[in-house]
């Protein structure tokens, strides 16, 4: 994964190529018809319920699926700082 800003400097844009690098590296050995669920937690306050993707096959798991649970995390009532850890949790079932 990449750890520095792209050349155009935007944040949004890194932090969306990290996501995709992240899950395209965690799901590299799953098939598309594999099921996979996610819980993302921010792991400074473990006292807030995760958010995350119930499961689904791999291949009915868009990007935009993906960072919009991101959304819900940072736009949530409880405190996140850019600075601050969060725990993603990767499921996946193997499907015959």
């Not at 990290?18 to 799901?27: K, P, Q």
């Amino acid at each position: 994964m990449s750890t520095t800003l792209p050349d155009d400097g935007d944040p949004v844009s890194h932090f969306v190529a990290s996501v995709n690098d992240l899950f395209d590296h965690t799901l590299h050995n799953v098939n598309d018809s594999d099921m996979v669920g996610m819980n993302i937690q921010n792991q400074i306050n473990q006292n807030v319920k995760p958010n995350g993707i119930s499961f689904r096959r791999k291949d009915q798991l868009p990007g935009n699926v993906i960072r919009s649970v991101f959304e819900k995390v940072s736009q949530s009532n409880y405190r996140l700082d850019a600075l601050d850890t969060l725990v993603v949790t990767v499921h996946s079932a193997r499907c015959q």
